[in-house]
């Protein structure tokens, strides 16, 4: 028996495809699937969000991203909206009709989330804030884990453990690049993790090509390797406009930009045989 | 002006030193003192941890420790009493004289905690969980700041600036061995951090070299390396038969053991010009 | 002006593209080709190599792989059959009409591989060995420069800076794994390396997904990926028995396997725009 | 059985003391004693280095080390004077009564090396280069290897296992940092190899806190800490003008700040019951 019970391939062989809640069309995430999650590193503002949201929506992205609660390394840097832009993820999601996706950090922020947004999501600093994974395991909405800075496989999917042994199966994995001793990029993509996290685990696995490398001229190729290696889909950060972004700039898209990696992206999921996420 | 602000000796060129709370003699951490903090890895039972605080107490140990909440990568490990073992450090406390020190995962726990332990824990995977550290900002109550096991240096002071920002300037830093890809140790304790925590900031730094090896048998030279590399103290684990402990055994020290590294300790301490942390 | 200089974009911005010497067919690598690369890790014994080679020319390997001298971490390992090997190399190369690579570890057997083999390669323990590189730099032979196993990508092209000085200017780079905290697999895979050294240099990039895996399962996604990231080509280990291999088994494709992955691969070559390296 | 047969306590229990040749006094290195090994980095020319070799006897250093062959990362960086500079080391140790200590980074040197040295040092870069491991274990002379960048405890015992197969026995472990994440220090000394290294092998061990931390003001703290954890030596870099040091300034001690590094070295090696190495 793996340390990893619930999510071993041995507890069940069929691969988890999760149907996310949305206004509009249903998004499939999982084997068969590529979905293709996008937006801004935090939401900075209603204007603009809104906006991009739309762009996006026209652009094929599935699923939107948009962060409130940021967790930075410095207590001086922009923090987030907070609580007080959660009614903008609210109107985008009206607005566009995708489901939302944003990371949680505090369980005191649990009610207000889950009432108002599609996937929530564990960022990496909190991989093992076991308080945290025990509530979202009490709860029928599917939950993101991205993988800890310096979490092998193994730790990444005793997280996901913790949620499953609470009751909640609607879990999807994120490899966000790992740290090692090289500068050149923010982090080092494992895209080994791609294939075997296919082998070892039945929940679907997508790459965030965005924080793994920090710089948006290898989002394209790094989301392309994903989705050859086997991933379900990628979470790619889009700006309006990367060089005054409050957050994350350098390794944001442009909506144009944007638009051409889906391209090609779709192309290499046709020949693993995984067709775009959302029905249209 | 460096990221890490209030932390840095730009800000403060004085070296901080904490007087812990004590039920008798007062406790002193930082420069000019060699501080010994021991006990078991976690609290298993009122009986045992009594009987090993008196001993540890004859022993001469200046802080024990003892874990309540055990944050442990799986979820079907032992994870420690919780609530329900806060009165075993009462007692202890209330028995040897000696102040506390146990870690807080969940800020739901910050009330009962702050109310009956001298020193609150942050652990490793915690390190960058900023609702906590801000919570515990706010308190008029010494914190650990554990090192996590991939922070930089860097890193790590920022994640004490977010309680240093708070107006909480009683922080003990504590290095426990980083992640590498050495698998002969657990960990692979940074000594180096040990001098450069020195010349950086005004703060105290310690080491736990029970974590940082994962050995016994590591347990004493390691602890004397960081005392003479300048580190304020060590926090060993120490248990009544590491052979059947819940936690950690294989690198918990004897009592037995326990003795004859602090006589060592102290030796290498004096050469430092460090004299005992508490004064009998 | 970067501290690679010779190797760097700045100095070079056409993609340098190496036809490899060949009895048959001219091999061409770098931009515009995916090329294949393909063999047993240690070459065993004549009739087993002479027919796997043979055997690989038909499935569409370009260049032949055969190590002669294995760096072993261990003494007591099988050490390859070095010097007396070389003419089951030339005898493939005769079969096959493929050119072949083979590793040189040692300057005192530059005149025999110089003489008798087409790409000489730095294996990654050897990575800065400047002497040997040194020496390389003087020939008019094609070398392939594997990255070292924690080595940087500014060290990596340091390396490849030792040969450019001395005036060769035929360097393959060769992505084989880095070494991480990951124990799952071998190595860890550093695919962000591709469109790196693409936008730094002007040296052709391949991935050997065998030694970064460790794992014949992972060895086709990651090909897979290496190509989509837009590598020019990949190195794998085949073998016609890998349960019996001397060397490497674990990570062997069997011939049969090794048709498929390379069928697939070229599909997502296409999409990179990127032809098959040997034109037949 | 260990992988590494011969370097292990199991093979043979009692502590190997090596004697180095030496124009005056004997010089042990091995458990027992505290072993000073200083110099500059590189030899830069006749006068300095002889001007300091004098001085560092005075100051009570027991072996001089001095570069003459420096594997630098670029190729258009200092790379030491070479064979011309092997007269100045020799003349240094008649003046000086001292055993030298050299790297060797090419087999073609190993005939000037062995006549006129005392030590033959395999830097980190080359400790798996096999081939001059081989050809140092043919010799009568101590050897000196270095712990490679990312290199196991393991995979270094069996590199000295190469040397040790070959028959000779005369071999000194160094540590000298890994490579980590970590980038305010050059490396992450591992000061757990130290304890570790003293109990599964009997050869003897020592630390370069130059190298391993990259900054001169942490030097003394490092080698304090390997004195205490068991350490039978240091090897410091020392230029009597570090400002204006061709290589490696940054991390070099003057004469002043390396005089009284040993001094306090020299109390920590007594509680660990270690004599100086050189009876004078």
């Known amino acids: 028996m793996k340390p ?9 062989a069929s691969d988890t495809v999760i149907t996310i809640a949305s206004p509009a069309d249903s998004v499939m995430v999982g084997e068969g699937y590529c979905t293709v999650i996008a937006g801004p590193c935090a ?31 410095s207590p001086y840097s922009f923090q987030g909206l907070g609580r ?6 609210v109107e985008a999601r009206a607005e ?37 994974l025990e509530e979202l395991g009490r709860l029928d909405k599917p939950v993101m884990i991205k993988r800890g800075l310096s979490a092998t496989i193994e730790e990444w999917l005793l997280a996901a453990e913790y949620v499953l042994k609470g009751g909640n199966r609607q879990i999807i994995l994120c490899e966000r690049g790992i740290r090692t001793f090289e ?10 993790a ?14 965030d090509p965005s924080h793994a490398t920090g710089k948006w001229k290898m989002v394209a190729p790094i989301a392309n390797a994903a989705i050859a290696a086997g991933a379900d889909g990628v979470m ?9 972004a409050l957050s994350d700039g350098k390794q944001s898209l442009t909506p144009e930009n944007f638009a051409q990696m889906r391209a090609q992206l ?13 029905a249209r």
């Open 4 to 12: 990893f019970h619930l999510a071993s391939r041995e507890y069940c």
């Open 43 to 73: 939401v900075e503002n209603r204007t603009d969000y809104i906006k991009l949201a739309i762009r996006l929506k026209e652009l094929g992205a599935d699923i939107l991203r948009g962060g409130l609660f940021k967790p930075r390394t």
């Open 84 to 89: 007080s832009g959660v009614d903008i993820l």
């Open 96 to 132: 566009t009709g995708l489901p939302v996706i944003t990371e949680i950090m505090d369980i005191r922020d649990l009610d207000i989330l889950y009432a108002n947004v599609d996937i929530l999501q564990v960022g990496s600093r909190n991989m093992q804030n076991y308080s945290l």
């Open 183 to 192: 500068t050149y990029t923010r982090n080092t993509v494992d895209i080994g």
């Open 194 to 207: 791609v294939p075997l996290i296919k082998q070892l685990t039945h929940l679907p696995i997508i790459v």
């Open 236 to 244: 790619v950060e889009v700006h309006q406009d990367p060089d005054h």
């Open 266 to 278: 779709l192309k290499h999921a046709q020949i693993n045989r995984k067709q775009p996420s959302t």
